[in-house]
């Protein structure tokens, strides 16, 4: 792999007292877009950590669109909705296999990887990242990149926010916001422990897109300081990546029932499988019950 690629796209923004919703937004998904841009060709050269860095890009694009909702989706939306889901399969597969070959070379799992998978893993994350090539170099990719942009810039849902007379402040609107979102985080989440993988990693996404809003409006835009939201993105951030890493355990774990000692050999797990599963499922229970505590001096509760 080719060294991991480390390009800023972050653009300055108007101070976020001269922002409106729309503005705010536009703010965000630029960023998005120009992140996207910037890990294009290096992505096509095989960085895996540039394809990392694209799908980052993507997921805070979409959490940005769901946090406006009501003000930016349209009908041009749900058509680049369909396609950034095609493209982004492409850049979940390759990602997959690059996060499963580092687990295989790691010392504790190499000689259990060898044994019980073989070289498939490789082989798949040939065949993926081709795959990934192909769709990043072709004219559909080019289209959608350039769509989004246009759609950002001037699509159908800036005009009807235009038309709007009462348009509802920022900040108003995003403290209103975050609480719905943190609160149904709450809710969801205290049946984390009894959750099957696939809820779990649905969890995962809507814990991972409140981290990322909370990022956009403490760096994007800055409506607040970091240190003033930081009570809610650390927690956040570590929940999400202790399922992150959890999930990831377990497909790796997988991979030996399709491996050449499937049959002859019953130890499929790797080496402290079980000890590790129990380690980040009880740090993602630890991040909820920080994320759940009460909001006294929050700047959410303060402006609600």
Known sequence: MAAPTRKS?????????????ATAFQAMARDCVAAIEAHHSSACAGDAEAVHQI????????????????IVVDAEWLRLKKEIAWLNGALGAARDSDVLVEYARHKRYRAWAQRM???QLDQRQMRDHRQLVRCLRSVRTQHLILAMADWIRQG??????????????????CVRELNRWHGRLVRRGRRLKALDASRRHRL??????????????????????RNELHHLHRPA???????GDLRDLQRFASLADD?????????????????RKEKLLGAALASHRDITKPLLGSVLQISA
């Open 9 to 21: 796209s972050r653009r300055k923004v108007p101070a976020a007292a001269s922002l409106d919703c």
């Open 55 to 70: 799908r980052i890009a993507i997921t805070r694009l979409r959490a940005a669109v769901a946090f406006f909702a009501p």
């Open 117 to 119: 998978i073989g070289e």
């Open 156 to 173: 159908p849902w800036l005009a009807r926010w235009q038309r709007c007379k009462d348009a509802e402040a920022l900040q108003i609107y």
């Open 204 to 225: 995962r996404i809507k814990f991972k897109r409140f981290r990322y809003m909370l990022e956009a409006l403490t760096e994007t835009v800055s409506l607040w300081g």
């Open 237 to 243: 951030k570590r929940l999400q990546r202790a399922l």
């Open 259 to 275: 491996g050449p000692q499937a049959k002859k050999d019953k130890a499929k797990k790797p080496p402290g499988y079980r000890r």
